[in-house]
């Protein structure tokens, strides 16, 4: 299908966002951004060519993880010289998605839709766009729509779902993304399936752990859902089972630095200080400039005897945490 270009692009970019959108980068210079490595040879091209929608259209492809404003207006400029083509009205929704300009994502979906009337994936957005816009009413009636389709069913269930958790209806929510991961079978949205495991566990729910295990099969080289699930056995008052899945993260994903934080701080309660020190130092390892891992493991060398590598600990925590004052503190009171 014609729209095919624009969805595996964006499989990246939409994979960590609950809603379907995301903060926009740093805007930077113009100049600089057009002219850099990447970017100058097809920038080079336009100039030549000013009204070739497809080198817009390329250009906004290599824009749109990191500058999605620029990538926008490239996406709206290859609509405006060819307006029936699918994917660079798709592109502009998904562009204006992305730096909150939610009121032109619904008007460029739309557009992309009468080039894609029943487009599903279309039709999908743009009750997204509208959700984000506040537009409950339209973006329910496109959902009643999408409920009809086979393969849009489990998208209506999602999109009913987020006007609800809007609305802080958290048993309606759950109840509609229960039915989405129902309709889609094999292949749910991780989106859906996380955020399912997260309003489960708000209210202390036992189910979410299950779905936050879906979730990761789904993605099996992504840690967070099983750090998820950790976090919430810990919370249970289920130590055992934590320990394990903090094991199972770092098995799935070795630079996972957050399961490394975790399994110290739970040996480091145990007073377990050789154990916590193993953890924290592969923290450290994993993240050579987070304050707080060099902070916990020269804790632990405290607890350990070690003075001296110690304060190399608390001074490069305080290099890297300027107004680190738990940091400065164990400093002053170690050195003579």
Same mark, same amino acid.
Request: glycine share 4%; hydrophobic share 40%; net charge neutral.
């Given at each position: 299908?014609?729209?095919?270009?624009? %969805?595996?692009?964006?499989?990246?970019?939409?994979?960590? @966002?609950?809603?379907?959108?995301?903060?926009?980068?740093?805007?930077?210079?113009?100049?600089?951004?057009?002219?850099?490595?990447?970017?100058?040879?097809?920038?080079?091209?336009?100039?030549?060519?000013?009204?070739?929608?497809?080198?817009?259209?390329?250009?906004?492809?290599?824009?749109?993880?990191?500058?999605?404003?620029?990538?926008?207006?490239?996406?709206?400029?290859?609509?405006? %010289?060819?307006?029936?083509?699918?994917?660079?009205?798709?592109?502009?929704?998904?562009?204006?998605?992305?730096?909150?300009?939610?009121?032109?994502?619904?008007?460029?979906?739309?557009?992309?839709?009468?080039?894609?009337?029943?487009?599903?994936?279309?039709?999908?957005?743009?009750?997204?766009?509208?959700?984000? @816009?506040?537009?409950?009413?339209?973006?329910?009636?496109?959902?009643?729509?999408?409920?009809?389709?086979?393969?849009?069913?489990?998208?209506?269930?999602?999109? +009913?779902?987020?006007?609800?958790?809007?609305?802080?209806?958290?048993?309606?929510?759950?109840?509609?993304?229960?039915?989405?991961?129902?309709?889609?079978?094999?292949?749910? /949205?991780?989106?859906?399936?996380?955020?399912?495991?997260?309003?489960?566990?708000?209210?202390?729910?036992?189910?979410?752990?299950?779905?936050?295990?879906?979730?990761?099969?789904?993605?099996?080289?992504?840690?967070?859902?099983?750090?998820?699930?950790?976090?919430?056995? /810990?919370?249970?008052?289920?130590?055992?089972?934590?320990?394990?899945?903090?094991?199972?993260?770092?098995?799935?994903?070795?630079?996972?630095?957050?399961?490394?934080?975790?399994?110290?701080?739970?040996?480091?309660?145990?007073?377990?200080?050789?154990?916590?020190?193993?953890?924290? @130092?592969?923290?450290?390892?994993?993240?050579?400039?987070?304050?707080?891992?060099?902070?916990?493991?020269?804790?632990?060398?405290?607890?350990?005897? @070690? *003075?001296?590598?110690?304060? /190399?600990?608390?001074? *490069?925590?305080?290099?890297? *945490? +300027?107004?680190?004052?738990?940091? +400065?503190?164990? %400093?002053?009171?170690? +050195?003579?």
């Amino acid at each position: 299908m014609k729209y095919l270009s624009i %969805l595996l692009l964006l499989v990246g970019a939409l994979a960590c @966002n609950n809603a379907g959108t995301r903060q926009p980068a740093a805007a930077g210079n113009a100049d600089t951004v057009l002219q850099s490595d990447i970017i100058r040879p097809v920038t080079d091209s336009i100039r030549q060519f000013p009204d070739n929608p497809e080198l817009y259209y390329r250009r906004a492809l290599l824009l749109f993880n990191t500058n999605p404003a620029f990538a926008q207006a490239d996406f709206e400029k290859a609509a405006k %010289l060819m307006p029936a083509n699918t994917d660079y009205w798709a592109g502009a929704g998904e562009a204006a998605l992305i730096v909150n300009d939610y009121k032109k994502a619904a008007g460029y979906f739309q557009q992309a839709l009468t080039t894609a009337p029943g487009y599903t994936y279309l039709e999908y957005r743009l009750a997204t766009a509208l959700i984000e @816009n506040k537009s409950y009413a339209a973006a329910d009636s496109i959902a009643n729509i999408l409920a009809q389709t086979n393969d849009g069913r489990d998208k209506a269930f999602y999109l +009913k779902a987020r006007m609800a958790e809007d609305k802080q209806d958290t048993v309606t929510a759950i109840r509609h993304l229960t039915s989405a991961i129902h309709a889609a079978g094999a292949q749910p /949205e991780f989106e859906a399936v996380m955020e399912l495991g997260d309003l489960l566990r708000s209210r202390k729910a036992p189910a979410a752990l299950t779905y936050y295990t879906q979730a990761w099969r789904i993605d099996t080289t992504n840690a967070y859902p099983l750090y998820e699930a950790a976090q919430f056995q /810990e919370e249970l008052g289920d130590e055992p089972a934590a320990l394990l899945t903090y094991r199972k993260c770092i098995i799935a994903d070795p630079g996972f630095e957050k399961a490394y934080l975790a399994l110290g701080k739970i040996y480091g309660n145990k007073k377990d200080w050789k154990e916590a020190y193993t953890y924290y @130092n592969m923290a450290a390892k994993s993240a050579p400039t987070d304050a707080w891992a060099y902070y916990y493991r020269a804790q632990t060398q405290e607890q350990l005897g @070690n *003075k001296t590598l110690a304060i /190399e600990d608390y001074t *490069k925590a305080s290099s890297f *945490k +300027k107004d680190f004052s738990e940091a +400065k503190a164990a %400093l002053q009171r170690l +050195k003579p």
